[in-house]
């Protein structure tokens, strides 16, 4: 078998399209997660143990489930009892609580590191709780987390590739249908793991600037 | 006025402040001394409301700190420095010392910053007044820090072995600020390892010995026969005059 990346010039443009809907879906997504797993580290690291329960359940449920299972659950199941999402719709969602699991482990973390003398200090200066945690905690617990959220953030990329089970013509989505229309998967195939490839490693280069950009002044390994 | 009466304080089994009954006034410079473990550290965390008391009251400027709302305002009205520094990290020295004034007191923050820089340039900083704290050293931190709890204008400054993490050369420099305090009226609380030094400075002694207060005396009769027939506190100084 001859490899011939020629035969697919004239479905570049459907890959393309696939590509954007892959890039849409994880952008959207990537803030989905961020949001979610900032409230939900927030409250896994509260005073409170009703809040602290929750946001455990939560992780414990979405973390110790397949992501095929929960995006089945949402596009199949949920039109059983009368809930209709679009595939879209549903595949963001499905992807930003799945993530979200992941991040407010890694925040949690994060905001667990935190040398606890500097939240004292700024308890004694006399700043109110919601304002320590905008200026002092998720500053802080953000430049230690850059890094760990980029492997979920990559990971949430990749099982991005599982909404193409959904209906959805995303990138895998799309090259599956080239696959079957031209009969060459090979060639097919092997431009995707390049396209993903290709993305993810464009978003760990970002991911390490974006670390040394916040870190830049913390050579001694302060935070 | 600072008042504490009948302060106790456990973590668990172990009482670390039992019973104690200590008046701060206006203007006042009082040394807390005491062998590790004695309680004074535990002393000015339960000042600033950082532990919470097991029995007895603390009110500053009659503001009681066991109360979540007056504890804001007794907060307001002291600042405390830490053995740690504990500056924010992902600050520089100016932003660590603008914050609370901004968030808190509503100062513009152009006005807070201007008043941040004058103060990093009264302790000798105004060259490292953009840089982080990761990029000063210990002393410059602790003086980053001395400014940070100045810069709400307290009425009561708490230090809490403020020059223990730092080497000689830089103790001084902190001390030598502190000195400078202390003339112009600052009230403060000093718990301390530096004998000699709080000596210096202090105009009361309060000595600290497993919990308890065992003798709250203006500095030259603790330093003198009066303090010396207490059998602890003349084993305290002894030992400590040895090292």
Redesign the interface.
Known sequence: MKFDLSILAKHIPFLLEGAWLTLQACTLAVVGSLALGLVVGAMRTSASPLLNRVAAVYIDIFRNIPFIVQLFFFYFGLPEIGIYIDAFTTGVVALSIAGGAFTSDVIRSGILAIDPGVIEAAQVSGLRKITIFRKIILPIALRASVRPLGSVFINLILTSSILSTITLNELTGSAKIVASNTFRPFEVYFVLLVAYAALTYAVSILIGMLHRYLNRHQEEGAV | MISITGLRKSFGAATVLNGIDLEIRQGEVVSVLGSSGSGKSTLIRCI???EKIDAGKITVDNFDVSKPREL?EA??R???V?Q?F?????MTAVQNVA??PV??LKVPRKQAEAEARELLNSVGLSERADA????LSGGQRQRVGIC??LA?KPSYLLLDEVTSALDPEMTSEVLSILANLAKGGTTMVFVTHEIEFARSISSRIAFLDKGQLIADLPTEDFFSATGMALPRVAQFLSKMRKD
């Open positions: 600033n409301g950082l804001a907060r307001k002291s600042g405390t830490f740690l504990n500056l924010y990290p992902h914050l609370a968030e808190v982080y704290p990761s990029q940070r709890a709400m």
